[in-house]
Structure formats: C-alpha cells, structure tokens
C-alpha cells in the first residue's frame, strides 16, 4: 500500500490516540476529602469496576441528559466498588476531575505528519459524545476534520456503523480510507465497513508506506 492510495486516515481514541492519566491519587485525594480512607488497591479495583460498566454503556452517553445520567450510574459503580457510602449526585463531579487523558507517545506527530500529506482525519472510537472535549484539552481536536463515536452512531465496535459514520463525515469512500487501531474490534469494524487497517501505534503504523 502507499499513500497515493489514501484519501484519510481513522484512529481509534483509547490506546491509539491518547491514553489515561493515573486517575487513582485524584480519587483518594476525593475520598480522603470527606474523610473515607482506602488502601490504593481498593481506589484501582474499583475504578477497574467503572471501567468495565462504563465500555459497554458508552453508546448511551448521546445527549447532554443521557450522558450525566450515565456519568452518575458510573459514580455509583465506583462508590459501591470502593465501599464508599456516599450518595453519587454529591460526588460525580470529582469523579469526573479525576478522569484526564495524555497523548500516546508520537501519536500527534504522527497526526501532524498525515496531515501535511493533504490525507483527511477523523477518530472514530467507542466513547460518548464528550470525547471532542477530552481532545481539547491536549490539543489534539484541532487536528481532526471528524469526530465519530460509538454513542453518536448507536452502536459500538466492532459494528461498522461507527466508522462508516466517520467516512460519511469526511466525505471519503471507505476503500480510500485505513483505520489504526489496538483491539480486534477495530480491524472487524474497519474491514466490515471496506477499509484497509493497520495496527497501532501511531507513531509506527505507516512504516514502510511511500
């Protein structure tokens, strides 16, 4: 394959494009904050707990309504996980400051040296409809002429809808186009829906393309 093949290029978010600050020490701090003490261990179990509610729930995550009332239900998974009684209304909002995102080493140069190639992008991954947000604040939406998640599409990888909803965005025929991603679902999505795949990471999926 070379680039003059290529019209755009899709990444997946979590694990290809960014990764998860350690939101442990946040959390503790949260909970010590109304006097509730737990080993770290505890604090990481139970945010594994919200993790694993949260993945499959993402696609519901689609109006402003719809996503406070999933970020609440996921508070209270990390309540109850943790033994914390606390009502989860009163608590969301530090569970959420908590929550912070960082680039994946050499994913924005890597970006930044798609687009100078004159190659459309879009990230399309399973996430609610807040993940523009979260690339904001690293800088990263900027580079992106789409956004397409699992929750605007109604469906989660490895259904294909979510990246034809990408492709529809960027106006660009899917056997143009090639998704990175770092789980099977993206290569079953990204095939299913005609596009070529490479696995991640970024900084090294286009070795060896002229």
């Known amino acids: 394959m070379r680039f003059a093949e290529l019209d755009a290029v899709t990444v997946d978010g979590f694990g290809t494009l960014v990764s998860l600050v350690d939101p442990v020490p946040a959390l503790d701090r949260a909970l010590r904050g109304l006097g509730i003490e737990r080993e770290a261990s505890v604090v990481r179990d139970a945010f594994a707990a919200e993790v694993a509610y949260y993945r499959p729930a993402a696609v519901t995550g689609r109006t402003p309504e719809s996503l406070a009332a999933l970020r609440l239900e996921c508070t209270r998974v990390f309540l109850e996980a943790a033994g914390a009684e606390v009502e989860p209304g009163s608590f969301v909002g530090s569970f959420m400051d908590a929550i912070a995102f960082e680039a994946m080493p050499g994913a924005i140069e890597t970006v930044v040296g798609l687009r100078a190639r004159g190659l459309e992008l879009a990230v399309v991954s399973n996430?609610?409809?807040?993940?523009?947000?979260?690339?904001?604040?690293?800088?990263?939406?900027?580079?992106?002429?789409?956004?397409?998640?699992?929750?605007?599409?109604?469906?989660?990888?490895?259904?294909p809808a979510v990246f034809r909803l990408g492709l529809e965005r960027l106006g660009v025929e899917p056997g143009r186009a090639l998704h990175v991603g770092d789980e099977p679902e993206d290569e079953e999505g990204a095939r299913a829906a005609g596009m070529r795949f490479a696995h991640a990471p970024l900084a090294t999926a286009f070795e060896g393309l002229s």
Not at 128 to 155: C, K, N, Y
């Open 127 to 159: 996430w609610d409809v807040w993940l523009a947000e979260h690339l904001e604040r690293i800088g990263a939406a900027s580079l992106f002429s789409a956004i397409a998640t699992s929750a605007d599409a109604g469906a989660a990888k490895p259904d």
